[in-house]
């Protein structure tokens, strides 16, 4: 009878696992339910604060499940692979699990809370990071509890997130303490602060044309590409007086810098048009070939070389080992041979500047920081989600837009080869989105838009992740030492 029970209390707790993995599931986009964050990680504690190495796979077992279903789009890019992926975020999981458990019950708020900053912040940047689900993400939907990342950066959020379902399973557990006094009066400071008044600087206005081409560049040859380029700038932007116009990356898939016609074509409707256009495609210097943005003004040609590459993508991370060259190649059936740029480029049009953020680079929040010490006025991300079919993936890297512009106080415009094509303002709105027939993706069109250039100076876009990074530091140091 004992071993019946253990086992049917095991599996109790898988199922237990399983809801809390759903509940987190449907937080993220393109879903609405937010609040479920509150709670999600509550089932897991519940089952794990036993003194049992069982919680670890009990975590383990929770962030697979989770990170499986929430990445599988990318199945549709690597197959089943991805979940090697899943694999490793899911270690994660199992170390917060872990040490939770191993804290002072009075402590456990503050402590797990900082503990999730922490491991969320090695996720971001250990083996090029991939903070692609980080759980602040979650508000996207939630205006309020969003605008904290205007001091804290998203990491903050996911602070108030989990030391909340801390304090929800502090008072199942009833183990009440002085840290949920304190918790409470953490956010009563947190959404006062919220109210003070931004400093804005407006520097102008600028006529944006989005275009979303919609066409998948492996069914095209090179000539098919180019004329497709010109047609759609013919079609939408001819004589309408447009300021920039945007076409996003991997609109033209080869070299453009060798494309001489091309090139000259593109410089020749900038002058008649009066118009700049920025453009993702790829570049070569030295030999080494870019992932791109190219801004044509006149004569004026201007390079942002893609910084941060797609792991296996765009370059094969543990390319030295040949182990690992042979199996990527065995699977893949070629070798991505991408460099990485160095350079925060900004580029300038009317005296207004603005930056570039290619493909997966806006959802680290070093890239957009880093090129505020270059004085950008707004940014433009320009992707090819095309790879992620009609799934979560555009939806969930989509929504990243809102905290970097909540962060930077910075105008986000997104620009997609088969979308999401749309506008996030500084307080993280979304002013406009690119729909037909309410779908967001696969169609062709363009969104146009009025930009008013406007600046919101927050306590993030001049001092970054380190105040907040260094409060988690002190507050666990001395919740630590202290008896």
Known sequence: MKKIKLRSNFLLNLVICLISALLLFFSFPPFNFWYFSFVSFVPIFLISDKESFLKIFYGLFSGFIFYSISLSWLNKVSGPIYLLLALYLSIYWAIFIFFIFSFNRKKIIFLGACLWVFLEIIMSYLLT????????LSQYKNYYISQIAKFTGIYGISFIIIASNLFIYSLVKKEFSLQMIFFILLLIF????????????KKGNLEICLIQPNFKI???DSNENK???LSFLDKYTKNKNFDLIVLPEGTYQNVITEDFELINKLKEFSKINKTGILIGTFTKQDNNLYNSGVFINNDIIDVYNKIHLVPYGEFILGERFILIRKIFYKIAGYYPELKPGNNYKTFKYKNIKFSTLICYENIFTDMSYNFLKNKTDFFIVITNDSWFGD??????????NIFRAIETGRYFLQTGLTGITGIISPEGKIEKILEKENKQLFFEGILNFSLPVEIYETFYSKYGIYPFFLFCLILTGLLICRN
């Not at 990071?129 to 602040?136: D, H, Q």
């Not at 993936?393 to 990243?400: L, N």
């Open 129 to 136: 990071g991939f903070p692609w689900l980080v759980i602040g």
């Open 218 to 220: 492996s069914e095209i």
């Open 190 to 201: 947190l959404f006062s602060i919220l109210k003070f008044p931004v400093k804005k600087e």
């Open 227 to 229: 004329d497709a380029i």
């Open 391 to 400: 799934s979560f993936g555009p939806y969930q890297h989509f929504y990243h």
